[in-house]
């Protein structure tokens, strides 16, 4: 829905949470999303412990294989964040799953690291146990090409005209703008949103007082996006 409603459009303006003091975004970082399926053989854990095939296991073999390539440093990560499986306490787990999610700084880097985690998927730990993995790379990232920089000079000539600074945060999140800038080919400009800290975190917060500013920020920059973009081409999607 997001591609066909987009696509062909101007410019683009994610209002994702701005940064403190005048931060918004023109580097992300691409994410996927990845669910992993795991069937084994149930039996009794204490009578019949051999002729079962435990799915949890299985997973738990794959979760610390997909661990070890998460790497901080080029701002590569792996996140199992979601398990489930098993039927009873004594009963060896017939079945488990689990959502898996990625990010990364490059779109090849992101095909690169699913396809990684695809082949982790295919080696087999405890016999008996079969194991399937979908999904992939979700939202391409967000990167400063010329059209992008041109809209961050829009945004920062309408900061002057309200008396607001703007300067460039890069973020090691992802969003939608990803999407629009290297998919769609339509220039994007992130955290265009109020500014705010402390995302997915019990202390998760935003500045009132930055509501107004940013709302005319985001107005001023798309008036005159309007004027200086053409249409981008419509992409088959």
């Known amino acids: 829905i997001l591609g066909e409603q987009l696509n062909g459009a101007q410019a683009v303006i994610c209002t994702e949470p701005g940064y403190p003091g005048g931060g918004v975004t023109l580097e992300r ?7 992993l399926e795991i069937m084994g053989i149930s039996a009794h854990a204490g009578r019949c412990y051999q002729d079962g095939a435990s799915a949890i296991l299985e997973l738990a073999h794959k979760i610390l294989a997909f661990d070890a390539y998460v790497d901080l440093d080029h701002d590569t990560t792996v996140n199992t964040g979601l398990v489930n499986g098993g039927t009873s306490a004594n009963s060896v787990a017939p079945n488990a799953s689990a959502r898996i999610h990625i990010t990364f700084k490059t779109l090849e880097a992101g095909r690169r690291l699913a396809e990684a985690l695809r082949a982790e998927t295919a080696k087999n730990h405890i016999p008996g146990t079969s194991s399937h993995i979908s999904g992939g790379v979700r939202l391409p990232p967000l990167v400063p090409t010329p059209g992008v920089m041109k809209l961050f000079s829009l945004a920062e000539q309408a900061g002057e005209l309200i008396g607001y600074s703007v300067h460039s945060a890069p ?14 080919g339509v220039p994007a400009i992130c955290s265009m949103g109020p500014e705010g800290s402390n995302l997915h975190s019990a202390d998760e917060y935003m500045i009132p007082s930055t509501f107004v500013p940013r709302c005319k920020l985001a107005a001023l920059t798309a008036i005159q996006a309007a004027r200086a973009f053409a249409p981008a081409a419509k992409v088959s999607l």
């Open 29 to 35: 970082k691409g994410s996927g999303h990845m669910f």
């Open 171 to 184: 973020s090691k999140g992802t969003a939608e703008s990803g999407y629009c800038s290297s998919v769609l």
